[in-house]
């Protein structure tokens, strides 16, 4: 392990939220682990999901062994291991959902991948895989979700600050991003009719494992801190905020949107 789950400070509660049930993918590491635990410690019960599921096995035990729960009453953890490029696991993990707590409320398709390489360099391979991760996971597990979930639903997709601001170097994880951000769109107008809200944060430089590169490269991180107007890197904590929010009925009139947790990044 590299590092023990740590719940977010903040403490607003939800009275809604207890007693549901999410799926969160991708959620053995990083942001998805911060999701996971952030849900847990509120009372939502959780299918954790990630290819990784040895990762996830552990990730689950340190979120249920460590303090710091909002609620009197912490949800559950379980963890499953996903391939999200796979629509028929995806249905699983859905199913999983329903037969360990009854119900599915949430689903928040934060699985993606990270490709770095100039334009030029970009191989079929980390196109076709980039796409089929960070886009075609999406609409999978939507799909799943979709299937099992009643009025009052609700998906958030991981977009990011990307899928507006191009940097050199993340052509295909731009252009899957920018998917994202239309696909929510898609989703939330289709899925409207049966009363499931779609819609997507969309993070710029947060301190987690995927931007840890940025970090050990002096270079790299200057011009992150010159991006931001904020001038500092986001905390996981401050995308736990507003996925919260996103899930809540204080957003029940809100969807097909793409929430920018970015320091400002996007106008610069």
């Known amino acids: 392990m590299t590092g023990r789950v740590q719940h977010e400070p903040m403490t607003a ?15 053995a590491r990083g942001m998805g682990a911060r999701f996971a635990a952030a849900l847990a ?16 096995r552990a990730t689950a035990e340190e979120i249920s062994a460590e303090p710091g729960a909002v609620h009197e009453r912490p949800g559950r953890v379980v963890p499953t291991g996903v391939d999200v490029c796979d629509p028929d696991q995806q249905d699983a993990v859905a199913r999983l959902a329903v037969a360990e707590f009854g119900r599915l409320d949430f689903w928040v398709n934060n699985a ?40 009052g639903g609700a998906i958030v997709n991981m977009s990011s600050v990307a899928a507006v601001r191009v940097r050199r170097g993340r052509g295909a994880y731009c252009t899957s991003k920018a998917a994202v951000a239309h696909l929510t769109e898609s989703l939330a107008v289709e899925l409207g009719d049966r009363g499931i809200r779609v819609n997507a944060l969309a993070p710029g430089y ?9 970090k050990e490269d002096p270079a790299a991180l200057a011009h992150a801190l010159d991006v931001v107007p904020l001038h ?3 905390s996981p904590e401050e ?3 507003p996925l919260l929010f996103l899930l809540s009925d204080s957003a029940r009139y809100v969807t ?9 990044s996007r106008h610069v």
Do not use: C
């Not at 410690?41 to 996830?56: F, N, T």
């Open 13 to 27: 509660v939800y009275p809604e939220l207890p007693g549901k049930a999410a799926v969160v993918t991708g959620a």
């Open 239 to 241: 995308v736990v905020g």
């Open 256 to 264: 097909g949107h793409s929430i920018a947790v970015d320091g400002g």
């Open 112 to 151: 993606g991948i990270f490709p770095f390489a100039a334009a030029e360099e970009i191989s079929a391979g980390q196109i076709s895989d980039t796409l089929a991760v960070n886009v075609q996971g999406v609409l999978f597990g939507a799909q799943a979700a979709a299937r099992h979930m009643q009025a």
């Open 206 to 214: 947060i301190d987690t494992e995927m931007t840890r590169w940025v």
């Open 232 to 234: 500092r890197l986001g």
């Open 41 to 56: 410690s509120r009372g939502v019960h959780v299918v954790g999901a990630d290819i990784d599921s040895d990762r996830m």
